[in-house]
């Protein structure tokens, strides 16, 4: 089970950290990723980690601001977001996949969490 955290509303140029906390002690058997839904958009992809943290991957938008991190001592995975914009506004979802690549399609993620919503205004 994944829960997202974090979500709140913040001004253009800010930053926010959301956390995705994972039940159960294989974490460190899952690649983890990002993903986010603008309304009435599709959901897409934005960052994900391999699952012993050694590579990262984002997407094109969010290269230089955003962060991804992992804790497997602590089950947990990070976005760090920097300079956010009011495009960055969505459901942001992490997800969990049994492997290593690709990690930018939603279909190699098996598990999902609830999502949190981060609001950027303008």
């Known amino acids: 089970q994944l829960q997202a955290s974090g979500g709140g509303l913040v001004q253009a140029g800010g930053s926010l950290r959301v956390s995705c906390a994972a039940s159960?002690?294989?974490?460190?058997?899952?690649?983890m990723g990002w993903f986010r839904q603008a309304p009435g958009k599709e959901r897409e992809f934005v960052a994900a980690?391999?699952?012993?943290?050694?590579?990262?991957d984002y997407a094109d938008s969010v290269k230089g601001r955003f962060t991804i991190s992992r804790d497997n001592a602590k089950s947990t995975v990070y976005l760090q977001m920097n300079s956010l914009k009011s495009e960055d506004t969505a459901v942001y979802y992490c997800?969990?996949?049994?492997?290593?690549?690709?990690?930018?399609?939603?279909?190699?993620?098996?598990?999902w969490g609830q999502g949190t919503l981060v609001t950027v205004s303008s």
């Open positions: 997800a969990a996949a049994a492997s290593d690549w690709p990690l930018a399609y939603s279909y190699t993620y098996a598990y």
């Open positions: 159960g002690r294989t974490f460190s058997r899952y690649a």
């Open positions: 980690v391999t699952r012993r943290g050694a590579s990262t």
